[in-house]
């Protein structure tokens, strides 16, 4: 057996897509892998996995105090269960592997998923916004390695903190199938439901539009929605799925019409980011209206794969109806689609990860 992994997440260890990749990619490299996780109430019997699944259920579950109730437990949970590399995702778990990594003297990985101090919930709020801020900058002083999610955060993060940071991009395991849109036709909404996603003007843009809407995840916002929904006389054509497992998520997307990859530009951590649904919708082979960021530009320049409108009513409702309506376009982005995922995939990042874990 190879060297010891653990990685700390704040997430549902199921619906965490990107972390179940890298941990059984490293698991399956001959490194014995733990990932640590939460465990909501509504989270679901982890299934069977090449590496080790543990997660804490919290008696707080947001705020200050879910956080520092996490980060000690975990903290707690490191002085009997010893590792040769802690990997911190996040600034969320960063204090207790901060702690643990300079009194056991071992390697810390530092994965950067978010530009946590600018994400939308906190960009507006000095104080908490300064106490991100100086966690992320310990966590990235003190790794061996660091890395993140797309170009933009890379050069962000190198020139703030003057080190190295590499890219590992959000890219699912290449699909071959191809399925055949449903009838009637839907679009669909993948990620959870948090300010910010441009769900208030996706549910706008709908109106006027002969398609349905099915939203596969939970969030916050979910409540606010539904109301919004029946405001706009839409409830009929909007289905709310919430979380669902990878492979039936999957299968959804892949029947669906054209997928929805709207963000508000609400912070750094949005405009610089590189959602996983984005290439989701890629590899099922389905084209999507995707907010005109500079990654998703300079992704859409490469592969036409999709629609590019900013999170306002008449530009998406435009989008949605030409996805509809025009047969050339939306054959050409799908074709698009086919090609791209072909670059676009986890067999290409896994190799990637695994060169940087070798180096460790």
């Known amino acids: 057996m190879g060297?010891?992994?653990?990685?700390?997440?704040?997430?549902?260890?199921?619906?965490?897509?990107?972390?179940?990749?890298?941990?059984?990619?490293?698991?399956?490299?001959?490194?014995?892998?733990?990932?640590?996780?939460?465990q909501l109430p509504t989270s679901g019997i982890l299934p069977e996995k090449p590496f080790r699944q543990v997660r804490f259920r919290c008696l707080f579950r947001k705020g200050p105090l879910f956080y520092l109730e996490y980060n000690l437990r975990l903290a707690f949970w490191f002085l009997s269960h010893r590792f040769d590399i802690y990997g911190v995702v996040d600034a969320d778990t960063a204090l207790a592997g901060l702690l643990t990594v300079t009194w056991r003297r071992k390697p810390l990985v530092f994965d950067a998923h978010e530009l946590f101090p600018e994400m939308p919930e906190v960009v507006h709020r000095p104080g908490v916004k300064g106490f991100w801020a100086v966690l992320e900058k310990m966590a990235f002083k003190r790794a061996t390695l660091a890395y993140t999610v797309s170009a933009s955060l890379v050069t962000y993060f190198q020139t703030k903190y003057h080190r190295e940071v590499h890219l590992i991009r959000n890219m699912p395991v290449r699909q071959h199938a191809l399925a055949l849109p449903e009838e009637p036709p839907y679009f669909i909404y993948q990620g959870a439901l948090n300010v910010g996603r441009g769900l208030e003007v996706t549910l706008k843009a709908l109106q006027h539009v002969p398609a349905r809407l099915v939203i596969c995840g939970d969030g916050p916002l979910r409540k606010n929605l539904e109301t919004l929904t029946q405001e706009l006389g839409i409830e009929d054509k909007v289905i709310f799925?919430?979380?669902?497992?990878?492979?039936?998520?999957?299968?959804?997307?892949?029947?669906?019409?054209?997928?929805?990859?709207?963000l508000e530009n609400q912070g750094l951590s949005y405009y610089y980011s590189l959602a996983n649904k984005f290439f989701d919708y890629v590899q099922t082979g389905?084209?999507?209206?995707?907010?005109?960021?500079?990654?998703?530009?300079?992704?859409?320049?490469?592969?036409?794969?999709?629609?590019l409108?900013?999170?306002?009513?008449?530009?998406?409702?435009?989008a949605l109806l030409t996805l509809l309506q025009d047969q050339e376009t939306y054959l050409r982005l799908q074709q698009n689609c086919l090609r791209a995922r072909e670059e676009w995939s986890w067999q290409t990042e896994g190799q990637r990860l695994m060169h940087l874990y070798a180096q460790l």
Request: proline share 6%; with cysteine; hydrophobic share 45%.
């Open 3 to 38: 060297k010891s992994i653990v990685f700390t997440v704040t997430t549902d260890l199921n619906h965490d897509q990107r972390m179940q990749r890298i941990a059984g990619t490293l698991a399956q490299a001959g490194y014995a892998v733990t990932l640590v996780g939460r």
């Open 241 to 262: 799925k919430g979380n669902l497992a990878p492979a039936a998520l999957t299968q959804m997307t892949a029947a669906a019409w054209a997928g929805i990859m709207q």
């Open 309 to 318: 409108a900013p999170a306002e009513v008449e530009e998406v409702r435009a």
């Open 286 to 307: 389905i084209p999507q209206v995707c907010v005109p960021f500079p990654e998703y530009q300079q992704l859409n320049a490469q592969h036409e794969v999709a629609l």
